[in-house]
């Protein structure tokens, strides 16, 4: 179950960085690439799917299909999928693990913004008062799914650190698997909610739209008792870069005049010579 394996990286006493993934070629890379977990993320949904940005257009059942396109690909490798504020209260939080596990994810993260929450990076976000948050964690926790929760606050920027970890332990104690404290990078202040927060594996955001952080060391962020890093839009912004000098090189010269896959390559990440075998098989 990959519930169990992305539990187990949890447990662990290391990092491990997951990167995201947007649909099966995606996800192949990523496994390819020898990643152990990986993550969906909710603006790069709002994005490939809708063409908007991360201001709450996007649905758990958004996410869900998206994710039932790429787990499979990912070949028992755990994904952890953003469920931004669970779509509602507690029961819509429920009905939202329940979507999430039958699409194959391993774990959401549920974070405690109000409705319609804000990417976590943007000014202007509210917060709903954490008795609010700590019931969904446990109606979700309760309701047997057996998907990890990684429970988000975004007070950091909000209200404090001080408040962010007081969450996190309501949230722990909710029942959630790791505590996500969005904003905080810095060591010294995960430092800080790690002795908070004893036994409690925390979660980090590495993300662009963070802007530039200091990039500490994996060992260090093991002592600050990070497990997870996030890595949710690099390979997107990446593959967007890399179209975009496309597409111009194509409107000056008339040719692609760029690194790219060999179309062999392509054809491989998609399966067709196992599909061209399977016809051959079944046309005898």
């Not at 603006?43 to 790429?70: K, M, N, Q, S, W």
């Not at 028992?76 to 779509?87: H, R």
């Not at 007081?166 to 909610?193: C, I, T």
Request: contains cysteine.
């Amino acid at each position: 179950m990959t519930a169990a394996a992305l539990r187990a990286l949890l447990a662990a006493g290391g990092v491990t960085h997951l990167p995201g993934v947007y649909d099966p070629p995606t996800a192949t890379l990523a496994v390819r690439a020898g990643h152990r977990a990986a993550h969906l993320s909710g603006a790069a949904c709002a994005a490939l799917d809708l063409g908007l940005p991360d201001l709450g257009y996007v649905h758990g059942t958004h996410i869900a299909e998206r994710a039932a396109r790429i787990t499979p690909a990912l070949g028992g490798v755990p994904l952890l999928a953003d469920a931004d504020t669970g779509y509602g209260d507690a029961l819509q939080a429920v009905w939202t693990a329940r979507r999430y596990a039958a699409a194959g994810v391993s774990g959401l993260h549920l974070e405690d913004q109000v409705m319609p929450k804000r990417c976590g990076h943007l000014a202007g976000k509210e917060l709903v008062d954490a008795d609010t948050a700590a019931r969904k964690i446990r109606a979700v926790v309760s309701d047997g799914t057996g998907i990890v929760l990684v429970a988000r606050t975004d007070a950091y920027t909000v209200t404090g650190l001080d408040d962010a970890i007081a969450r996190g332990r309501d949230y722990a104690a909710a029942g959630a698997d790791a505590v996500f404290l969005e904003g905080v990078s810095d060591l010294d202040d995960l430092a800080r909610a790690h002795a908070a927060l004893p036994g409690v594996p925390l979660v980090l955001n590495r993300s662009e739209a963070g802007g530039p952080t200091a990039a500490a060391s994996d060992a260090d962020l093991a002592g600050a008792g990070v497990r997870l890093v996030l890595h949710p839009v690099a390979p997107l912004l990446a593959a967007l870069h890399a179209a975009d000098r496309a597409y111009r090189e194509i409107a000056a010269t008339g040719r692609a005049g760029v690194d790219r896959l060999a179309w062999s390559e392509f054809t491989g990440l998609v399966g067709q010579d196992e599909a061209l075998a399977l016809d051959a098989k079944n046309s005898r």
